[in-house]
Nanobody
Framework: QVQLVESGGGLVQAGGSLRLSCAAS????????MGWYRQEPGKQRELVAGIGSDSTEYTDSVKGRFTISRDNAKNMVFLQMKSLKPEDTGVYYCYAVVRPTVASAEFRYWGQGTQVTVSS
């Protein structure tokens, strides 16, 4: 079993910054992909940023403001958010594609989410 635990959310004013962290623990042979998804009440969950072994991806609305990074030795992923806007508000979920053992298939895991609120 693999667990993802997010931290770093909070309430900030527009223009401020936050750094989200996600730590994966449990049976982990390798993590092939990690990402951050955002969901507002009544809306679809959307990919904000993702990072694989060779590439990163961002939704257009956060390009130039958010940066995703990984620490593979610690099984962690981070999202540095700068110049925050009210429309960045939502619950941010950590996501990971994990191979628990060398003989395992890949499995998808979600964190519990952390609230980010940006005030006007």
């Amino acid at each position: 079993q693999v667990q993802l635990v997010e931290s770093g959310g909070g309430l900030v004013q527009a223009g401020g910054s936050l750094r989200l962290s996600c730590a994966a623990s449990g049976s982990i042979f390798s993590i092939n992909y990690m990402g951050w998804y955002r969901q507002e009440p009544g809306k679809q969950r959307e990919l904000v940023a993702g990072i694989g072994s060779d590439s990163t991806e961002y939704t257009d609305s956060v390009k130039g403001r958010f940066t995703i990074s990984r620490d593979n030795a610690k099984n962690m992923v981070f999202l540095q958010m700068k110049s925050l806007k009210p429309e960045d508000t939502g619950v941010y979920y950590c996501y990971a594609v994990v191979r628990p053992t060398v003989a395992s298939a890949e499995f998808r895991y979600w964190g519990q989410g952390t609230q980010v609120t940006v005030s006007s």
